[in-house]
Structures are given as structure tokens and as C-alpha cells.
Antibody, heavy 122, light 106 residues
């Protein structure tokens, strides 16, 4: 069964850091681009960052550029999101999502994790 | 930055057809994907690349894309189709989601 399981969320003070992880199983992890998508309470979906299957290409939303870093360890089938200089407006459920088509960097997301909540507050 | 505009809400009678629009500048030249999200759950892909259905998605869900508007059509609407729906495209090295539409089945 194809599955994504996020972890690492929690409560952090403004200016603090947090590292999210997403453990993948049931598919050839290195063949697919992955992304992080967030959803603030009561709001819509916002794409945060994406990474190619090899990890060699990364993309970021303007709202997180310079503060967040996406990475992946294909030997561990795990996706990461390092979040620094966190702000109140980063408060959201963070989902990891799998690219739907092999060997493409962009496109639809066919598998989503259950999400992990990040709360930035003093 | 590229913007995708969706109606805030759409209502449909049980068994009838709902159409959800996604407006964007020359969106017809892009691949559009659609997601369904029910309360407390992760999004589910229902249409990819304008009009393709992933396995397990009912034929009642269909999509089209032309000009400045993409459309998700839900035929023979069921109570279980009540959800938020989002469109998505790739533009200028970023993925962009629409504003979201809440579908109510009456």
C-alpha cells in the first residue's frame, strides 16, 4: 500500500525552527517528485516547496524562500522540510504529497499524508 | 504571481450536475488538476491533466479546460460529493492552488 506518514510538527515560538519528516512506503521513492503543501486553519491549500526525484532540483513558494529548505534521503525513503525563522503565519497543517507521474518534477499529487500540525506562537 | 479564481460556493440538487470553475489567465495552455477535500481529511486527486481520472474516481467526475477557464463537472451528484474542491496548475516554477469551492448537495 502506498503511504506517506508525516512527523515533527508541534508548538514553536516565533523565530524558532522545526524539522518535518515524511516517511514513504509502497512505491519507488526516488522515481517521484515530492512536495510539501500546507493549510492554515479554516483556509485553502498553499503549496510550500517541491523537490525532484533525485533531489537535484528544488522549488519554493515566495512566502518561504530563504527560510525553509526541502530535502530528501532516497536511501531512507524520507522527505524533509527544515523550517527556520518561523512566523505566526506559518501556522498550518503541513502535508507531504507525492507526484503522480514518474520522472516529472511538476504536476498533480496523487498521494497525500495525513498531515502534521505546526503552531507558531509565544 | 499567477492567480486561480474559484467561486466560493456551489450548490447542487441531489442527482443533478455541479460545475466548478477555475479561472486564470490563459489557463487553457496549462495542465489543470483537481482535488476533493472533506473536513478533517487530506485532499484527494479527482482529475489530473485537465480531464484524466485516477483509478478509483467515479466516471461522474470529469474535467475540461479552454481559454481562461477550467471546469470540474460532477454529474449525478451524491451526498458524499459534499466537500471543498481545489484546482491546481504549475506556473513560473511554482505550484498554484485555486481559492477553493465548497460544494453543497441539497
Amino acid at each position: 500500500e502506498v503511504q506517506l506518514l508525516e512527523s515533527g510538527g508541534g508548538l514553536v515560538q516565533p523565530g524558532g525552527s522545526l524539522r518535518l519528516s515524511c516517511a514513504a512506503s509502497g512505491f519507488t521513492f526516488s522515481s517521484y517528485a515530492m512536495s510539501w503543501v500546507r493549510q492554515a486553519p479554516g483556509k485553502g491549500l498553499e503549496w510550500v516547496s517541491g523537490i525532484s526525484g533525485s533531489g537535484g532540483t528544488t522549488y519554493y513558494a515566495d512566502s518561504v524562500k530563504g527560510r525553509f529548505t526541502i530535502s530528501r534521503d532516497n536511501s531512507k525513503n524520507t522527505l524533509y522540510l527544515q523550517m527556520n525563522s518561523l512566523r505566526a503565519e506559518d501556522t498550518a497543517v503541513y502535508y507531504c504529497a507525492k507526484g503522480a507521474e514518474v520522472a516529472t518534477t511538476t504536476g498533480a499529487f496523487d498521494i497525500w499524508g495525513q498531515g502534521t500540525m505546526v503552531t507558531v506562537s509565544s | 504571481s499567477y492567480e486561480l479564481t474559484q467561486p466560493l460556493s456551489v450548490s447542487v440538487a441531489l442527482g443533478q450536475t455541479a460545475r466548478i470553475t477555475c479561472g486564470g489567465n490563459n489557463i487553457g495552455s496549462k495542465n489543470v488538476h483537481w482535488y476533493q477535500q472533506k473536513p478533517g481529511q487530506a485532499p484527494v486527486l479527482v482529475i489530473y491533466r485537465d480531464s484524466n481520472r485516477p483509478s478509483g474516481i467515479p466516471e461522474r467526475f470529469s474535467g475540461s479546460n479552454s481559454g481562461n477557464t477550467a471546469t470540474l463537472t460532477i454529474s449525478r451528484a451524491q451526498a458524499g460529493d459534499e466537500a471543498d474542491y481545489y484546482c491546481q496548475v504549475w506556473d513560473s516554477s511554482t505550484e498554484v492552488f485555486g481559492t477553493g469551492t465548497k460544494v453543497t448537495v441539497l
